[in-house]
Nanobody
Framework: QVQLVESGGGLVQAGGSLRLSCAAS????????VGWFRQTPGIDREFVAA????????KYTDSVKGRFTISSDNAKNIMYLEMNSLKPEDTAIYYC?????????????????WGKGTLVTVSS
């Protein structure tokens, strides 16, 4: 059974930084893509960033490019999302997700495994 557990969310002022973590367990992730999505009430879950576990290839949505960095510690099975220059519009529940495969996809339906989410609130 795959488990993804997020941590690191919280309240931060605009311009500040947070680092989210996603601890993964239950299988070897060498043939997986792991990523972050976010969701606010009334809005569909949105792709934020993803990384191909065995190569480190990354992909970001345009609104976070240059501000967010996704990385992974393969030895510890942990994925990170470093978020800098945060804006109020980054406020959302952030979800860690994983999909079996080697190509990075941005549609939530392409991801088989999900964490429960961690709330990020950015105040203005």
């Amino acid at each position: 059974q795959v488990q993804l557990v997020e941590s690191g969310g919280g309240l931060v002022q605009a311009g500040g930084s947070l680092r989210l973590s996603c601890a993964a367990s239950g299988r070897t992730f060498s043939n997986h893509i792991v990523g972050w999505f976010r969701q606010t009430p009334g809005i569909d879950r949105e792709f934020v960033a993803a990384i191909r576990w065995n190569t480190g290839t990354t992909k970001y949505t345009d609104s976070v490019k240059g501000r967010f960095t996704i990385s992974s510690d393969n030895a510890k099975n942990i994925m990170y999302l470093e978020m800098n220059s945060l804006k109020p519009e980054d406020t959302a529940i952030y979800y860690c997700a994983a999909r079996i495969g080697t190509d990075v996809r941005t549609a939530p339906g392409q991801y088989q495994f999900w964490g429960k989410g961690t709330l990020v609130t950015v105040s203005s």
